[in-house]
């Protein structure tokens, strides 16, 4: 899931759906969720907060990669800005859970930029993973797209 600012809203009715499911069913085993969340600042945007951090504690949430793009680094390393590059920081595993284990990736938010830089971080993360052309890496983008593996809920 990539939902940066008031993008993150609507994934957290499917964090909810999940966490009930979990508790109904404590012997089902649940695949990895992933969200990438990001905003300007995070003492002032960090929408959600709590309840994402409380679906990490109970394993609701597998993994959560947050970004603060007006933020000073906390650190040595420069911390990524966009959720584009939390995304390429984790290209391994976002490439193995869309190629090998038949994941899906849900888009939403800002279509102006987030969303088209977000496109082409995944055709250039497919490219390098898969090691094909740009041209091939977009032709496997669109297959998710058409296997309803990726899709966007965006907006300007």
């Not at 971080?121 to 983008?141: C, N, R, W, Y």
Request: aromatic letters at 8%; a negative charge.
């Amino acid at each position: 899931m990539v939902g940066p600012g008031t993008g993150v809203a609507p994934f957290i009715g499917f964090l909810q759906h999940r966490a009930k499911q979990r508790q109904e069913n404590p012997d089902t085993e649940f695949g990895e969720t992933w969200l990438f969340f990001g905003c300007r600042h995070k003492d002032r945007e960090f929408l959600f907060r709590d309840e994402l951090e409380h679906f990490v504690e109970n394993g609701t949430l597998t993994h959560l990669k947050v970004c603060f793009s007006r933020d000073a680094p906390k650190g040595p390393e420069p911390a990524p800005k966009y959720v584009q590059h939390n995304l390429c920081l984790h290209a391994q595993d976002v490439a193995r859970i869309l190629l090998q284990q038949n994941g899906c990736i849900y888009v939403c938010g800002d279509a102006k930029n987030m969303a088209k830089d977000v496109n082409e971080t995944l055709i250039e993360i497919v490219g390098k993973e898969l090691t094909v052309d740009k041209l091939e890496a977009m032709k496997v983008v669109a297959e998710l797209r058409d296997k309803k593996c990726y899709m966007q809920d965006v907006w300007a």
